[in-house]
């Protein structure tokens, strides 16, 4: 394996990222040569000299540097360097996790494999690291110059000192109580005595993002990519929240060095949160007998009208991608699937540059067979949402806690049980008219609510109800698609809902149309022919057998977890999130 | 509502399915013209009248048509006719489904929501209905004129044995023992004593697909569309298996009536197994440290090469869609999240037009950080598909033999613990040399294995082990992409490795190379520019900082679910299987 340098001294910790170049390449001391001609048995002896001849340049060189040192032999050779296949750690050194290291294990020697977060020395003969295994799990190691046992020699302590953050290690040591606990670690009542170390994966010497800069909020959600002046990227200085020595970076800076942000204890935390969420969703479903299946993405027709829709050439026809889940549901229902939910990406083509939108994203979508009443499926939306709400706060405590501390939010309040708010669509319009900001004095009950006007509603009902979490219930009829099913007892309204959180829409769900006849009335009454592409496909599905009445409704979960947390934009809660403008990483 | 008609008598359930129209259109009686005129409250008002009107003609008709009853007036016109959001069932009718009818239910009153499977009559004041409720769940209901109690007219018991099958119906009865167990419905021990009935979604007088025609083997996976004679679709007959009076559809004809393809019990069934398998897959991962992620569809560079990757306009760029998670899943590990999974879509544009392929299919994903040796991912792969298959076993037993009454296959053979069927691909290679057909006396260790060597060796295996399952390791070199890991002690092999049921790939997967020098110089000697689009931000990922050793593979859960089954097409194993011909429904 070639060998990236490992021995540059790393910049300390808490320098401004601006100083540092962006993922630079890391050129091993041979490596560039080589890869580039040799053949592979040839490579591969030429790397065994080359591994001799650095270990030796290495000793020199730390024995010249070193003024105070004799220029004694390095005894400790084989104790650190870059791991190969044939590296050994000690047969009685037992392999530990931070999360579960105690009392039992002081005094023995362990293995670790973790990130060097932060290293240096402290003076000739001594050097801390911080060793981080997992999200915020880090431990303090230490390591000094000792002639007997297991060798450590002050060549060794510098070259563990001057390892670059971010850099994978093997490390044998003992466990030891520290004088006093170290605060600056996770694990503060142990550290380790470092007596073996070896790289197995070297951090380049300039990091393009810091762990402490990709744990600081972003504030600048930007699609325009920062100007770069001589390789330097300029990153954006927080502008709101504490002054702090470590600078922000925006968030063009942090998917340009995906690997460092998702490192940062924040992007952890609201990975395990969304992760958790999506689990609730499922779990709650199955035990209420859902089965789960997957729609498909690649479609024939442009579900709702064509705008905003991927579109793709397929062999010698054209492709869609979907935008909801829906006319599957719904088939999976007319086909005696009665109970069905699915969890998957679906797409928008909407140019719209916004921390609220994104082009991909993922939806958890449920569809029911309705017994009685529509509301069926209303409750069993709101439920779900209140099972995840409920049980994440438990569940992610330390997570929701550590997001918080970044960016700080006002509890997501909920209704006491029994308590939900569930308001017809003119009863919250009559709210914001009657106890609303003035410029909504006068909105009507048939016309849809504007996005200022569902934020004012949000806060009215805070104030009013104490929850952050409510149902809009029949919708005008105007303001739903064709296929809303209108209330039998008043054809204005529709039995359709949004489901709110913090005064932004969720969830949108309806009970569905499920005769033909009817269907195609309303698709006409709506000024679409019945016979267009896509609509007929659509109505005919309920003309091959009889459909029972049906609703359901789709909840986005990237949303779900940005609103939970009140992130600054739904980019931080996806995994990769996808705009207009960007497609990577 | 508009309202289909329901007084056609329905062919004979066994009739063959030549003799019917495909996906007719339902023509209200009144619904034609009203949706095109009125206006919604003349509609509400006139449909009201047309309602009575045609109750009365109903009565007239009915009176006149029934030749040896009396001109009686039909005293049970409240108990039957189409279901409105008026009609009320009695109130102490009980709510039951027939999972969980019991003994405690003789005698009561219920109600039940399901559907009309069969109906007819016998003699003039009795009919017989097949009620089906979910999957394979009927009941016998029985409706006899009875002027006393709740009165029941001929009338009424005539137009109950006239409504055409795959009606959703909505009945009110008594629940009653057989006089002899009722060998043609799934609950055998009662049935229902009908006394009130309506239809809540009416199908049409000829079905595209009966459910006993859905319910047969196909045999035809064509992608031609079969040829139309004066809108009838011409059937294939099953030309396989036993003689039987219902004629088997073509694949497309299922396609093209998707709601009575899903009715079908064994698409049920093989719906429940899959669903199962996939949660499965979750649960196993996830009680093991594995965390969900979502990666990306939408993708800015061809992942492997650029060959049959879907493309498409993006805004101003263009975007692909992806083939494999498996950079974002490298990613994640770099990222610092251990263990990940993913469940999705994953597209491949390729042209073929086999029962073996796709252009859209379900991946489930899994990468893992690797401690001491790349067999901790083979055996993290290796158990968690024998955790599917020990479990599916007992959790779909009876779904998998509902699936094998259909498709009959011999046993799915599984390894005894601890006797786990693991071959290097030499040592597979050396048995298909020695006891294998004569065609491959000279297959060599260096070249990868063709379609038909994998289908002998598996069939070698089973006979020499006694499993369906098994690993092959460490490929050669040559046959692997370039970000497989070479093993270190054999330059010429591979960490990497594929997992086979009954002979056919279902899991390749292996060591990545994980230090950016050692990956370009992989990329070069398999003349690829490590520069070039895609190829340079793979790598510049292991740039950014030190990325821990890691591995994983990818699963197709189309093919296990087929495979495992044998089901002849791992099309019947999708919910919406998409080929280079077919995007619909």
């Given amino acids: 394996m070639a060998e990236p340098s490992t021995s540059a001294v790393p910049p300390p910790a808490e320098a401004p990222a601006e100083t540092r170049v962006a993922a630079p390449a890391i050129d091993g001391e041979d490596g560039a040569s080589i890869s580039k001609k040799a053949a592979k048995k040839a490579e591969a002896k030429a790397k065994k000299e080359a591994e001799k001849a650095r270990r030796a340049a290495e000793r020199a060189a730390a024995s010249g540097a070193s003024g105070n040192a004799a220029q004694t032999e390095d005894l400790a050779t084989e104790n650190y360097g870059q791991e190969t296949h044939e590296t050994k750690l000690s047969a009685d050194a037992t392999e530990i996790n931070l999360r579960t290291l105690g009392d039992e294990h002081v005094g023995k020697t362990v293995e670790l494999r973790a990130w060097i977060q932060n290293a240096r020395m402290q003076g000739a003969k001594m050097a801390f690291v911080e060793l981080r295994e997992e999200g915020n799990w880090t431990i303090q190691g230490v390591i000094a110059a000792n002639p007997e046992g297991a060798p450590v020699s002050r060549q060794m302590v510098k070259w563990v000192g001057a390892i670059n953050p971010e850099s994978f290690v093997v490390v044998e040591a003992k466990v030891e109580r520290p004088l006093e606990p170290v605060t600056s670690c996770r694990v503060s009542d142990y550290e380790l005595h470092i007596t073996k170390c070896f790289v197995h994966a070297a951090a380049p010497a300039?990091?393009?993002?810091?762990?402490?800069?990709?744990?600081?909020?972003i504030t600048n959600f930007s699609d325009e990519e920062a100007p770069v002046e001589d390789g330097v990227e300029k990153l954006s200085i927080a502008s709101a929240g504490e002054p702090s020595a470590i600078p922000a970076a925006n968030m063009l800076t942090h998917l340009n060095n995906i690997v460092m942000h998702k490192r940062s204890a924040v992007q952890q935390a609201i990975a395990d949160i969304r992760?958790?969420?999506?689990?609730l969703f499922r779990s709650y479903l199955r035990s209420r007998g859902f089965k789960e299946f997957e729609p498909p993405c690649l479609i024939a027709a442009a579900s709702e009208g064509g705008a905003n829709v991927f579109r793709l050439p397929y062999f010698e026809k054209e492709a869609y991608l979907a935008q909801s889940p829906q006319f599957y549901k719904q088939i999976e229902i007319a086909g005696g699937r009665k109970r069905v939910f699915s969890i998957g990406p679906v797409f928008r083509a909407e140019n719209s540059n916004t921390p609220r939108h994104m082009t991909e994203f993922t939806g958890l979508d449920l569809e029911m067979e309705i017994k009685k009443d529509y509301t069926e499926v209303l409750f069993m939306l709101e439920g779900v949402l209140l099972h995840?709400?409920?049980n994440i706060k438990e569940r992610c405590a330390e997570e929701i806690a550590l997001v918080r501390s970044i960016y700080p939010c006002e509890e997501f309040l909920l209704p006491a049980d029994g308590r939900e708010v569930r308001l017809t669509?003119?009863?919250?319009?009559?709210?914001?008219?009657?106890?609303?900001?003035?410029e909504f004095r006068n909105v009507t009950d048939d016309e849809d609510m504007s996005t200022p006007q569902e934020k004012a509603l949000g806060a009215l009902i805070r104030k009013k109800y104490g929850t952050d979490f409510y149902v809009l219930d029949k919708f005008p009829e105007t303001a739903r698609p064709f296929y809303a099913k209108e209330d039998p007892t008043n054809r204005k309204v529709t039995n359709a809902y949004d489901l709110f959180m913090r005064g932004q829409e969720i969830c949108s769900g309806g009970q569905r149309i499920n005769d033909p006849v009817e269907l195609e009335a309303r698709i006409r009454t709506k000024g679409v022919d019945p016979a267009s592409a896509g609509i007929k496909d659509y109505v005919d599905i309920f003309r091959q057998a009889g459909v029972p009445a049906h609703g359901g409704g789709g909840i986005g979960l990237d949303r779900v977890v940005a609103w939970y947390l009140n992130l600054p934009s739904v980019h931080l809660a996806a995994y990769y999130p996808r705009t207009p403008k960007r497609l990577l990483p």
Avoid: H, S, V, Y
């Fill in 206 to 217: 300039g990091l393009g993002l810091t762990l402490a800069a990709a744990n600081r909020p």
């Fill in 388 to 390: 995840i709400f409920k």
């Fill in 275 to 279: 992760c958790e969420m999506k689990e």
């Fill in 425 to 438: 669509f003119a009863e919250g319009q009559k709210l914001l008219r009657e106890e609303g900001p003035d």
